[in-house]
């Protein structure tokens, strides 16, 4: 590949990761990510569809993308959501496709997900006690996300990944549960810390439950966590991976934290975002946007949609600055913008 031509930004990081959101629709409401009520849904028309993914995929790939999620809003909710995977499974040179879902629709996708050639999912579950479940989420639907898990799991998803975001004065009892069902289990827990990406600009720095706390707290109900090495002696996490992994010390179980905003990973950071209405964004908290839909739709060829891209990247910022009095939380909430 040319290395002119792969998406490297100002401080070296090459970007091979691309995050597609294929909607900003939803069928619960975290109370992190969407308004309660009365949210504003984009009109079909302003989505991308398939073939408009699939090119931007094509282009992204001479670029040096190899790796996908597929993400929203619900992915789930997205109508024959399995032809676009199975349409981008197909591409030359994607080496991995990823989904993140909310689990409420697995029930009836698992299956064709497999089949169409997924292969790495993780489902989010912010409470294993139901009522609490309730109280993130704002919906009923918990016993759906536990059904959608067993589907996922007799499908052949393995090891299942499930997804925690936890909150102060929310969820810190829930964190033990969570570690017997990874030591019980085939599954891997990995703990999400509350970033300021809610749609009622309601977060705050004293709810974010830190991955420090919630290794402490493990640790005090099962003893010491070790890293997990990867094979040389790294840390299993390969310094891009967000998620630091770790192991019970009687090698029973595995979780992940992710510090997002306690130890931001911003220098390893491989990746940048398509949202649903065709806006690329090289950062979650990004304050700019380029938006290639009116270029695939205005005839634009492709060497200009790729030159899009590298500028966007070339923009990128060196962090986020959660954790500096600079900061300002964009204007898009997490579900506009693809998690
Ligand atoms: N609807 C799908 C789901 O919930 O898995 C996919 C989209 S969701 C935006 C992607 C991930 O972002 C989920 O694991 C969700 O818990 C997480 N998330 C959403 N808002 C967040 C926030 N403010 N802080 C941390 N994680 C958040
Ligand atoms: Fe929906 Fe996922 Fe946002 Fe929850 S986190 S409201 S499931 S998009």
């Not at 504003?40 to 992204?60: A, D, M, N, Y």
């Not at 676009?84 to 009836?108: C, F, K, R, W, Y």
């Not at 709810?207 to 003893?223: D, S």
């Not at 205005?298 to 962090?319: F, N, P, R, S, T």
Request: hydrophobic share 40%; glycine share 8%; charged share 25%.
């Amino acid at each position: 590949m040319d290395q002119q031509r792969r998406l490297v930004d100002r401080f070296g990081r090459v970007h091979n990761n691309l995050r597609i959101s294929v909607t900003d629709r939803c069928n619960i409401r975290c109370f992190y990510c969407m308004p309660a009520e009365d949210v504003q849904f984009l009109p079909k028309q302003q989505l991308l569809t398939f073939e408009e993914i699939e090119r931007v995929v094509r282009i992204g790939v001479t670029l040096g993308i190899d790796r996908l999620r597929l993400t929203g809003g619900e992915p789930l909710v997205r109508r024959d959501l399995p032809l676009l995977v199975s349409a981008l499974s197909q591409i030359p040179g994607i080496a991995d496709i990823g989904l993140t879902t909310n689990g409420m629709l697995l029930s009836e996708l698992a299956q064709p997900l497999r089949q169409a050639g997924l292969r790495r999912l993780n489902i989010s579950l912010d409470a294993l006690d139901p009522e609490v479940f309730r109280r993130v989420t704002r919906r009923d639907g918990y016993e759906q996300v536990l059904a959608g898990i067993e589907a996922a799991r007799k499908a052949g998803f393995s090891p299942i990944k499930l997804n925690a975001v936890s909150v102060r004065g929310l969820t810190e009892d829930q964190i033990e549960p969570f570690g017997h069902l990874a030591r019980d289990t085939d599954t891997v827990v990995r703990f999400i810390e509350f970033m300021p990406l809610d749609a009622d600009s309601q977060w705050q720095r004293d709810r974010v439950l830190t991955a420090a706390e919630i290794l402490q707290r493990l640790e005090h109900a099962f003893g010491p966590l070790r890293p997990v090495a990867a094979e040389g002696g790294q840390v299993a996490s390969d310094g891009k991976a967000p998620a630091e992994d770790y192991e019970f010390v009687d090698g029973r179980g595995r979780i992940g934290l992710i510090a997002s905003v306690s130890q931001p990973f911003c220098a390893s950071c491989n990746r940048f975002r398509v949202t649903a209405d065709g806006r690329l964004r090289n950062c979650l908290f990004s304050h700019e946007e380029t938006d290639i839909r009116e270029l695939l739709r205005g005839g634009a060829e492709d060497a200009v949609i790729a030159q899009a891209m590298l500028d966007c990247i070339a923009a990128k910022g060196e962090g986020h600055e959660i954790n500096t009095s600079r900061f300002l939380q964009p204007l898009r909430p997490m579900y506009a913008i693809g998690g």
